[in-house]
């Protein structure tokens, strides 16, 4: 898998929809292999509420629950959220 869930929600803005096509292009995915991944992501976020997909692409929902940031972990198995 060449992207994170990072980056594919980081390359759809939130009022408008962006076609699937235009994410692969933009994720520069090329291989079939590469490309079900993709949906296979997709479909894991729109389940989880994060994305809608409407006729004209992929929607980011803005949920107010979620908070960005990027995780840290200690050698002694501590994560914090920055």
Same mark, same amino acid.
């Given at each position: 898998?060449? !992207? /994170?869930?990072?980056?594919? &929600?980081?390359?759809?803005? *939130?009022?408008?929809?962006?076609?699937?096509?235009? *994410?692969?292009?933009? #994720?520069?995915?090329?291989? /079939?292999?590469? =490309?079900?991944? &993709?949906?296979?992501?997709?479909?894991?976020?729109? =389940? #989880?509420? *994060?994305?809608?997909? /409407?006729?004209?692409? #992929? *929607?980011?929902?803005? /949920?107010?629950? #979620?908070?960005?940031?990027?995780?840290?972990?200690?050698?002694?198995? !501590?994560? !914090?959220?920055?």
């Amino acid at each position: 898998m060449k !992207f /994170t869930v990072a980056d594919l &929600l980081d390359q759809l803005p *939130l009022n408008e929809a962006l076609p699937i096509a235009q *994410l692969e292009k933009a #994720l520069s995915l090329s291989a /079939t292999v590469d =490309k079900q991944q &993709l949906r296979i992501g997709i479909h894991g976020l729109i =389940k #989880l509420g *994060l994305l809608d997909d /409407t006729e004209a692409g #992929l *929607l980011r929902l803005e /949920t107010p629950e #979620l908070i960005p940031a990027r995780l840290r972990c200690s050698s002694k198995g !501590f994560c !914090f959220a920055l």
